[in-house]
């Protein structure tokens, strides 16, 4: 009977050994997992970022394009720019005024979440009661 209880317990330290050693292997792996995922996150957003410089480069000889084409167009290249940046003030401030009122009616609270949890809490109280 001694050696069964020897040998119980040496199973069980080795179920503890190979548990810490599995956990630490999974821990080292979720490390290496996060710090590739971080990794190509990091290369995503500096791409997106090279891509807005690009597109703003873009916007602004598209526009200088579009003064110089108005500009022959009506015979001044000041009316054009003065045309071409007031349609551009137009639209910004169009997509300011959606955008503000698009944050104001904004909330994080999850209210179809809420509404939902409170009736299954009525659902279960009557439930209960009943």
């Not at 503890?16 to 290496?32: G, I, P, Q």
Request: net charge negative; no cysteine.
């Amino acid at each position: 009977m001694a050696d069964q209880g020897h040998s119980t317990y040496n199973l069980l330290g080795e179920a503890v050994r190979e548990s810490t050693d599995l956990a630490r292997k999974e821990f080292a792996l979720f490390r290496t997992e996060m710090s590739d995922n971080l990794k190509t996150m990091a290369i995503g957003l500096a791409m997106i970022v090279g891509a807005a410089v690009f597109a703003i480069a873009a916007v602004m000889l598209f526009t200088e394009a579009l003064v110089e084409w108005l500009g022959a167009l009506v015979g001044s290249e000041a009316l054009g720019a003065l045309i071409v940046g007031g349609a551009m003030l137009l639209l910004a401030l169009g997509l300011g005024f959606s955008g503000r009122n698009a944050i104001s009616s904004f909330t994080l609270t999850p209210e179809r979440t809420v509404r939902s949890l409170q009736r299954d809490g009525e659902t279960l109280s009557e439930r209960v009661s009943g």
